[in-house]
């Protein structure tokens, strides 16, 4: 079994109990009804086990049949020990023991998140003790010391309350530090991801413009205009391509057209397959497009990740309405 805070707590405030029951039985003279006082005792240290130990597996906070408990007990144990007594032996430490027990009931009502409950303990044990042996007498007897542990156990639970707060809190800001460290590292790996591949799209070109001085044939030409259109779409595109999408906007670019990809970001919050759904949509459209001119462009919209236009050769030197492809794609799948 581990040992926590909470166990030990409770097994210091069992020995307290135990030792105000002992005092209450350590007498230098026999009391005039012991019964009276075994009573008190016995319903003192029962009260104080339930209180202690019932419902706490469940939560810190005190059941409210063990808050009654308690409270009842407050009113009892004080007249049971006091009538069990002399007049003349009431101020004996055997006969007081009572006043130091009850406060030590009234500072698990409050470390049971009981608080109301523990200030009524304390103003009824304070009513009790000063009913029956006066304002002074109760008040150095142990009326004052009692006062004080619920005050310190007060502040002690609410200096507790900040400390798991301001824990939580951390501990949420590390979660969120976490995500962002992990979310950089995903996105220099992808930064990563795309200079090779441009490294490898654009290599073999620029070697061959290196090697001949810029002399290309009309085949290397067309070539380098292919990969240079690659590199721009690494560059810009973003979340929005994937192998068939490549090939889709390379083969528009084969036959002449002329295709712009920018990405704003319309894809950001998706899940992977959301994304992987709406590749796959672009890479069918473009397939079956014949426009000369294309723009792809995934705009932050709540409803729509992908919009595609495709222009006639006219529309690029006109100012007359050319659009002959409008299409777009939803973020999420409609019925």
């Keep these: 079994m581990r040992l926590t805070v909470r166990i030990v707590a409770t097994v210091l405030a069992l020995i307290f109990a135990g030792y105000f029951a002992a005092r ?97 303990v304390l103003a009824v044990l304070t009513i009790s003790s000063m009913a029956w042996i006066g304002f002074a007498d109760a008040l150095g007897l142990g009326l004052v010391g009692s006062a004080v542990w619920m005050v310190i156990a007060r502040l002690l639970v609410a200096f507790w309350r900040r400390a798991v707060r301001d824990t939580d809190r951390l501990a949420s800001i590390q979660q969120a530090a976490s995500a962002w460290q992990a979310t950089q590292v995903a996105r220099q790996r992808e930064r990563r991801e795309r200079v090779q591949y441009a490294l490898a799209v654009a290599g073999p070109v620029l070697g061959r413009v290196i090697e001949t001085r810029g002399d290309l044939s009309a085949e290397e030409r067309g070539a380098a205009h292919l990969a240079e259109g690659r590199l721009r ?100 799948i409609t019925d």
Aim: glycine letters at 8%; proline letters at 4%; one cysteine or more.
């Design 24 to 120: 209450a039985l350590w007498w230098t003279q026999l009391p005039a009804r012991p019964l009276l006082v075994l009573l008190a005792v016995v319903i003192y240290l029962g009260t104080f086990a339930a209180i202690t130990v019932g419902g706490a597996g469940r939560e810190v906070r005190m059941p409210p049949w063990a808050a009654a408990l308690a409270l009842a007990a407050t009113v009892a144990v004080p007249q049971l020990s006091n009538l069990g007594m002399d007049d003349a032996a009431l101020r004996a430490p055997y006969a007081t023991w009572y006043i130091g027990a009850l406060g030590l009931v009234g500072v698990v009502c409050i470390v049971r998140r009981r608080a109301l409950i523990g200030w009524l």
């Design 233 to 332: 779409d690494e560059i810009r595109g973003g979340e929005l391509l994937n192998e068939r999408a490549r090939h889709a906007i390379e083969a528009a670019r084969a036959r002449g057209a002329s295709v712009t990809v920018f990405d704003d970001g319309g894809l950001e919050g998706l899940a992977e397959h959301e994304k992987n759904r709406i590749r796959e949509r672009l890479a069918d459209v473009l397939a079956d497009s014949s426009s000369a001119r294309l723009i792809i462009r995934a705009p932050k919209d709540e409803r729509i990740a992908v919009t595609v236009v495709g222009r006639s050769a006219a529309g690029e030197s006109s100012d007359e309405d050319s659009v002959e492809l409008w299409h777009e794609i939803p973020r999420a």
